[in-house]
Protein backbone atom coordinates (compact mmCIF):
# COMPACT_ATOMS: atom_id res chain seq x y z
CA UNK A 1 0.00 0.00 0.00
CA UNK A 2 1.42 3.15 -1.38
CA UNK A 3 1.90 5.69 1.68
CA UNK A 4 0.21 9.27 1.55
CA UNK A 5 2.28 12.61 1.58
CA UNK A 6 -0.01 13.50 5.06
CA UNK A 7 1.23 10.03 6.51
CA UNK A 8 4.93 11.26 5.73
CA UNK A 9 4.14 15.11 6.91
CA UNK A 10 2.79 13.09 10.12
CA UNK A 11 5.60 11.01 10.73
CA UNK A 12 7.86 13.63 10.32
CA UNK A 13 6.56 16.09 12.90
CA UNK A 14 6.46 13.18 15.42
CA UNK A 15 10.34 12.32 14.46
CA UNK A 16 10.76 15.95 15.23
CA UNK A 17 8.94 16.04 19.07
CA UNK A 18 11.59 13.73 20.00
CA UNK A 19 14.23 15.78 21.89
CA UNK A 20 16.51 12.54 21.95
CA UNK A 21 16.66 12.51 18.57
CA UNK A 22 20.40 13.03 17.00
CA UNK A 23 21.35 17.04 15.67
CA UNK A 24 21.90 15.30 12.25
CA UNK A 25 18.31 13.41 12.13
CA UNK A 26 16.94 16.77 13.39
CA UNK A 27 18.28 18.95 10.53
CA UNK A 28 17.24 16.00 7.75
CA UNK A 29 13.87 15.55 8.66
CA UNK A 30 13.33 19.34 9.34
CA UNK A 31 14.39 19.46 5.82
CA UNK A 32 12.47 16.95 4.27
CA UNK A 33 9.39 17.69 6.44
CA UNK A 34 9.65 21.63 4.46
CA UNK A 35 9.92 20.08 0.91
CA UNK A 36 7.17 17.94 1.72
CA UNK A 37 5.37 20.42 2.92
CA UNK A 38 5.90 22.70 -0.31
CA UNK A 39 5.50 19.94 -2.81
CA UNK A 40 1.82 19.42 -0.88
CA UNK A 41 1.26 23.07 -0.89
CA UNK A 42 2.13 23.41 -4.80
CA UNK A 43 -0.04 20.02 -5.69
CA UNK A 44 -2.92 19.87 -2.75
CA UNK A 45 -5.03 17.36 -5.24
CA UNK A 46 -2.09 15.02 -5.13
CA UNK A 47 -1.80 13.16 -1.97
CA UNK A 48 1.30 10.27 -3.12
CA UNK A 49 4.24 10.13 -1.12
CA UNK A 50 6.68 12.17 -3.47
CA UNK A 51 10.22 10.93 -3.93
CA UNK A 52 13.05 12.68 -3.27
CA UNK A 53 13.69 13.16 -7.27
CA UNK A 54 10.09 14.34 -7.37
CA UNK A 55 10.21 17.07 -4.99
CA UNK A 56 13.57 18.02 -6.54
CA UNK A 57 12.21 18.42 -9.72
CA UNK A 58 9.00 20.13 -8.86
CA UNK A 59 11.57 22.77 -7.23
CA UNK A 60 13.88 22.66 -10.00
CA UNK A 61 12.03 22.20 -13.15
CA UNK A 62 14.53 23.94 -15.14
CA UNK A 63 17.51 21.21 -14.33
CA UNK A 64 18.58 18.96 -16.79
CA UNK A 65 17.46 15.85 -15.04
CA UNK A 66 14.37 17.12 -14.68
CA UNK A 67 13.69 17.77 -18.42
CA UNK A 68 11.21 15.78 -19.90
CA UNK A 69 11.64 14.51 -23.67
CA UNK A 70 8.67 13.30 -25.68
CA UNK A 71 9.43 11.94 -29.20
Known sequence: MEKSIEDHIEKDKKILEDPMISPQMRRH???????????????PEDNHDPTAFEMYCDENPEASECRIYED
Not at 29 to 43: A, F, G, I, M, V
Request: glycine letters at 0%; charged letters at 25%.
Open 29 to 43: TQDELQHLELYHKNH
